[in-house]
């Protein structure tokens, strides 16, 4: 059964300081690795895939990195926003199909200006 | 381009009553998912269509139906709600396999 795991689950930086949110899944047979941006009370927000022939894709301020054989991921935030807060999670294909997403819990960020 | 939109964004329901919640996508995607998001315990994802006149069991299926009788269109039923069914709502869409979500906003269901 895949499993995802996102540490830490929650996480307070002062405005401009650049941060890594982890990642990590039990499966390392993945095809892809996708990182998502939740708004309180909103829904989600695909923010980065990552292929698994992949080991980086970046856009903007972000940058998200790919070891399958270890099974980790990470989301690097460059000069954090006091707009960034929100739930990060991440979420691979897997859990028995690969019709189907596993997600982490999240990990609530939030930037203070 | 709306994307996915779920109706409809809020409801309250007595413990007993039925209701259904709609999804929409506009985007020719062939998977639909509906997942349910609790406090500490993420996303679980409740039943899965891979395909218009498919469905199939995800995690936590009891006490939900769903159908996908049209391609854009998938339908999440609650035949006798329970308090425990109190949840967020999210339905996602996907182009194929392997599967990447696109979400819509939400459904905050509660159940007295």
């Known amino acids: 059964k895949q499993e995802v795991t996102q540490i830490p689950a929650a996480l307070s930086v002062p405005e401009g300081e650049n941060l890594v949110l982890n990642c990590s899944f039990t499966d390392s047979a993945i095809y892809n690795l996708q990182w998502f941006r939740q708004d309180p009370g909103k829904g989600l927000t695909s923010l980065l895939l990552i292929q698994s022939s992949q080991r980086e894709q970046t856009s903007g301020r972000l940058n998200a990195s790919l070891d399958k054989s270890s099974g980790r991921s990470t989301l690097y935030i460059a000069a954090s926003q006091p707009g960034d807060s929100a739930t990060y999670l991440c979420a691979v294909p897997g859990g028995g199909s690969n019709y189907k997403l596993t997600f982490g819990k999240g990990t609530l960020l939030t930037v203070n200006p | ?112």
């Not at chain 2, 998001?37 to 996303?43: A, F, K």
């Not at chain 2, 498919?54 to 936590?60: D, S």
């Open chain 2, 1 to 112: 381009n709306a994307g996915v939109t779920q109706t409809p964004k809020f409801r309250v329901l007595k413990t007993g009553q039925s209701m259904t919640l709609l999804c929409a996508q506009d985007m020719n995607h062939e998977y639909m998912y509906w997942y349910r998001q609790d406090p500490g315990m993420g996303l679980r994802l409740i039943h899965y269509s891979v395909g218009e006149g498919t469905t199939a069991k995800g995690e936590v299926p009891d006490g939900y139906n769903v159908s996908r009788l049209k391609k854009q269109n998938f339908l999440l039923g609650l035949e006798s709600a329970a308090p425990s069914q109190t949840s967020v709502y999210f339905c996602a869409s996907s182009p194929g396999t392997p599967p990447r979500g696109t979400f819509g906003s939400g459904t905050r269901l509660t159940v007295v």
